[in-house]
């Protein structure tokens, strides 16, 4: 990524460095007994109600439910997994949780009135987790890349899951995909010579990949701005520091991009980064203290990483409550889940 970059151009404002406190986080408080090998992966059930899934230490999706205040008892589905889970809203108040089963097949739950489904497969060859988004309410989106380098995808239309499609491209990294909140899903991957690729989802077609440039690390992380159609991704930097670059929401050309810019920072793995209000951002990251950090961007301004507390490995996820506030989840070093709820 381009190193000299210490104004974030992808909004307009500069990246304040030193710690800062736009507004209160609470404590860490424990997810309960489960025990996990995986990245967590959490989405929004209605106000005050998130749903997260893990892979657990016995390579099956375990889920929990939080309720704004407590968490419930970490639960394992039936069916093994091979990679971590991607869950995500469907718009009509389910939340479907995918990842990858043991013998390449896309193995699926759907969270709805507060019971998980038995864990159904779309028969498959995938090679990497799935990313799964939103699209227009009620559908839902689920992409992994397959073992020639291109993408697997397969579309949920509110009853039942689509044959897994192929989509030709030269993906080194799992996707990561988010709903765009104007009816279309955005997803990036990694290509070779580590710079990502973008394409766009929406009316059952592909616009076309596009290269936004850079040298990432890891694996990439979109997030909905929540605001006409923008969208942003980010990705670690070979310096260890976060770098995102923003969809601007119109036309699907690489003029609607711009180019990557550097929040800073000194991580182990990616952001975790959500919207919990339209136009506004907040981001967590572990650093290499093994710190929780987070990163607000309240519509006009960072506030800069400030360490929050915590322990943790790999990246968090976030995920907003529909209070203004967001629960951030963290796999701790003795893989035991820990949440916290802010700013």
Do not use: H
């Not at 959490?42 to 016995?58: D, E, I, M, N």
């Not at 044959?163 to 990036?188: E, F, H, K, Q």
């Not at 942003?232 to 003029?255: E, T």
Request: net charge positive; glycine share 16%.
């Amino acid at each position: 990524m381009k190193r000299i970059v210490v104004c974030l151009l992808l909004l307009p404002a500069c990246l304040a460095l030193a710690p800062a406190a736009w507004a209160t986080w609470g404590s860490f408080v424990t997810t309960g007994a489960g025990t996990a090998i995986g990245t967590p992966s959490c989405a929004q059930v209605s106000t005050g109600q998130v749903a997260c899934a893990v892979r657990s230490a016995k390579s099956t999706i375990m889920v929990n439910q939080f309720n704004g205040t407590a968490w419930g008892k970490w639960t394992s589905l039936a069916g093994a997994v091979s990679s971590d889970v991607s869950c995500t809203r469907d718009g009509a108040g389910k939340v479907i949780c995918a990842a990858t089963a043991t013998n390449g097949n896309l193995q699926v739950t759907i969270l709805s009135g507060g019971i998980w489904s038995t864990p159904v497969k779309i028969k498959g060859a995938l090679y990497s987790a799935p990313s799964c988004a939103e699209g227009t309410a009620g559908e839902v989106l689920c992409v992994a890349r397959n073992a020639t380098g291109g993408l697997a995808w397969s579309v949920y239309n509110g009853t039942s899951w689509s044959a897994l499609a192929n989509l030709a491209t030269s993906a080194v990294s799992a996707p990561s995909c988010t709903t765009d909140n104007a009816s279309g899903v955005i997803c990036a991957v990694f290509s070779t010579g580590s710079a990502t690729l973008v394409n766009r989802f929406s009316g059952g077609a592909w616009a076309g990949f596009l290269s936004v440039g850079g040298v990432a690390g890891g694996g990439p992380d979109c997030t909905s701005m929540n605001s006409g159609g923008k969208v942003v991704c980010f990705a670690k930097g070979f310096a260890s520091g976060i770098y995102g670059a923003l969809f601007n929401g119109g036309a699907w050309v690489i003029g609607g991009w711009n180019a990557y810019a550097g929040l800073g920072g000194n991580v182990n793995d990616n952001a975790g980064c959500t919207s919990q209000a339209a136009g506004q951002l907040v981001c967590g990251v572990i650093a290499v203290d093994n710190a929780f950090y987070a990163d607000v961007y309240n519509g006009s301004t960072w506030t800069g990483w400030a360490k929050i507390g915590g322990t943790g490995v790999r990246s968090p996820s976030c995920a907003p409550l529909g209070t203004g506030q967001v629960v951030c989840t963290v796999r701790g070093v003795d893989n035991k889940l820990t949440s916290v709820v802010g700013p």
